[in-house]
């Protein structure tokens, strides 16, 4: 994930590869897939603002065949104001799981924030860090065994 910047997909390799990594993924097989950034051939969201997120995590238990499916963007986020429509892809993902009533696959968005929390300039009063983690923002300077464990966590909630 995120070319060009630390962590991301090097990130991944070395997440999964750990010891950590093996504990938490056994018995899932784990699917990275760059999603295209076009209506003709991505993955896109109209009530995000046209969202195409970069990545889909796709993760399989391996017995049961229920899947996990994640999309992620890595992006700076400074300058977005906590209510842009990307900030809200988490819980319209929700909605589209709830719509699919299936019970075998779950949805979930995540935003991996290269700009740390300290750097965000339209985030005021009482919004902490952990207000936004709850919105599955997840800050990827916590590096990449803190912010992988806590995305997996909420992926698999």
Excluded at 17 to 45: C, E, H, Q, T, V
Aim: overall charge neutral.
């Amino acid at each position: 994930m995120n070319e060009g910047r630390p962590g991301g997909r090097s990130d991944v390799m070395a997440f999964y590869d750990s010891p950590s990594g093996k504990d938490k993924l056994r018995g899932f097989s784990l699917y990275l897939l760059r999603n295209a950034d076009n209506r003709a051939k991505g993955l896109g969201f109209a009530l995000a603002g046209n969202f195409y997120p970069d990545f889909l995590l796709w993760l399989v238990d391996d017995k049961t065949g229920k899947q996990w499916l994640s999309f992620i963007d890595p992006k700076g986020i400074r300058n977005l104001n906590i209510s842009d429509p990307k900030f809200g892809l988490y819980k319209e993902i929700k909605q589209i799981e709830k719509q699919l009533g299936d019970g075998m696959i779950s949805l979930n968005s995540f935003i991996l924030s290269v700009t740390t929390f300290n750097d965000l300039l339209n985030v005021t009063g009482s919004t902490t860090k952990s207000d936004l983690e709850d919105r599955n923002v997840l800050f990827m300077d916590d590096g990449g065994p803190i912010y992988l464990d806590k995305l997996l966590a909420k992926a698999l909630a």
